[in-house]
């Protein structure tokens, strides 16, 4: 019997970013792929909300349900209990007032069994970010394109290409840091601006789209496994399962359709069956 995998932890990952070494983060929203995703040794687990779109069909992210997202959560952890899972705290979640903020991140570390939350931040959101680390609450602080702020862009787009939304980036990262963020998600930023925020950094800082300086990368996993209708030119597809299981739902398709469903396993013994057709021949 194979020994189970050794616990990560995020002290376990800030070692590893202090020592010059990589880590990765795939997105997760179910314990049958957390599994596997343990099984090959990915360190950190995001339950994003990204589930809006590739799980509840939704065009953005803004239409993750709190209550959905704690539950994929807390069924990551039971699918990987080894593995630093992070649970993204969706729109409306923190936003609106403080106390409603702790309360909500709150129910992710206690039903979801997190490890830490993730909310889309800048620097006016210090304040929060120092709140929840005073509760306990370990926080990733994720600056750059905030997705969850698509709709005043209309639609997503990348950050930190001029010199003053690159400072904005850089300022909003260190105060974050400063307010005792436990780790900063970059996205969708020059290579040269992510490098600035992991030098200035002294914490893990995980890149979305934000090249290769950064401790730790993530993408959705539907588009590195080629799930994905359209493809994010930093994610590069490590499989087509997409067309794999359209083939496989081909073949079943033919299958259903010629009958061919194999041997079938459950059986009557013969003194019960003619029990059954006396017993239904008599109630007709």
Same mark, same amino acid.
């Given at each position: ?141 994720? %600056? &750059?394109?905030?997705?969850? !702020? ?6 997503? $787009?990348?950050? *930190?290409?001029?010199? +003053?939304? /690159? ?57 590195? %496994? &080629?799930?994905?209708?359209? !493809? ?6 490590? $499989?087509?399962? *997409?067309?794999?299981? +359209?083939? /496989? ?36």
């Amino acid at each position: 019997m194979s020994e189970a995998p050794a616990r990560i932890t995020l002290r376990e990952l800030s070692r590893t970013a202090r020592e010059g070494g990589r880590f990765s983060c795939l997105t997760c929203y179910d314990a049958t792929t957390a599994r596997w995703l343990e099984a090959a040794g990915v360190e950190v687990l995001l339950v994003g909300d990204t589930a809006a779109e590739v799980i509840l069909g939704f065009p953005s992210t803004i239409h993750a349900p709190l209550g959905l997202l704690v539950a994929l959560t807390a069924a990551v952890r039971r699918g990987a209990p080894s593995r630093v899972v992070m649970a993204d705290m969706p729109f409306m979640s923190y936003q609106a007032d403080d106390a409603e903020a702790l309360r909500n991140a709150a129910r992710f570390m206690t039903e979801g069994q997190a490890d830490c939350v993730k909310i889309e931040a800048d620097r006016l959101h210090a304040p929060l970010v120092e709140r929840m680390a005073r509760a306990g609450i370990p926080v990733v602080a994720h %600056v &750059g394109s905030k997705p969850q !702020q698509s709709k005043l862009k209309g639609g997503y $787009a990348s950050s *930190g290409r001029t010199a +003053e939304s /690159a400072m904005r980036i850089l300022n909003d990262a260190a105060a974050l840091e400063a307010a005792g963020a436990s780790m900063i998600l970059v996205e969708a930023c020059p290579a040269e601006v992510a490098a600035m925020v992991v030098e200035r950094s002294t914490v893990p800082v995980i890149g979305c789209g934000a090249g290769p300086a950064c401790h730790g990368q993530v993408v959705v996993l539907h588009d590195l %496994v &080629g799930l994905s209708a359209w !493809q994010p030119s930093f994610a590069r597809p490590a $499989a087509a399962l *997409g067309e794999s299981l +359209e083939q /496989a739902a081909r073949a079943w398709r033919d299958r259903v359709r010629r009958g061919d469903l194999g041997e079938h396993p459950y059986r009557i013994p013969a003194d019960e069956l003619a029990r059954l057709q006396q017993l239904a021949g008599s109630s007709a």
